[in-house]
């Protein structure tokens, strides 16, 4: 049943790597909870049951909203005119690279990051993560740090 529960997940996220790993916690939870399913002739109404509550408590977690809201920001730097060289396409591959190596710092760098390179200015980032600017300041060298490294290796 893997490949019907891909196909629905993939029409539910739109998004192969997220249908593949949806359909891998829907089986996740499928395999803990298999005592509740009494009567195996119901088994694939209850694995997409699983699928679909699964998705949908997804799309309610904050680490969705969040990444919805990293996603529009990222989308907004990269649509400015300013960057004429966008249309490049080592320019955006190395862009593209860029933003997933920030993607895997922990949120307390990547956020002021992402803010930072979408034109926030210190201060705006502060008062958004509610925290004092001179803290903003030292995790975007932080976090600049790390990524040099990540590039130099």
Not at 4 to 13: D, G, K, N, R
Not at 26 to 50: E, G, M, P
Request: no cysteine.
């Amino acid at each position: 049943m893997q490949d019907q529960l891909f196909y629905y997940a993939l029409q539910l996220t739109e998004n192969r790597e997220d249908a593949m790993d949806l359909v891998q916690e829907t089986s996740y939870k499928a395999l803990k909870h298999q005592n509740r399913l009494h009567n195996n002739d119901h088994i694939r109404a209850w694995l997409y049951t699983i699928l679909k509550n699964t998705y949908i408590n997804y799309l309610r977690s904050s680490h969705h909203k969040q990444l919805l809201h990293d996603t529009d920001e990222l989308n907004n730097y990269m649509t400015q005119p300013e960057n004429e060289w966008q249309d490049l396409p080592d320019e955006q591959m190395m862009k593209k690279e860029l933003y997933d190596i920030i993607h895997l710092l922990s949120k307390a760098y990547e956020t002021p990051i992402l803010m930072f390179l979408t034109g926030h200015s210190y201060k705006e980032i502060a008062k958004k993560m509610q925290i004092p600017i001179g803290t903003v300041k030292s995790r975007i060298h932080l976090g600049k740090k790390q990524l040099r490294k990540v590039y130099s290796a």
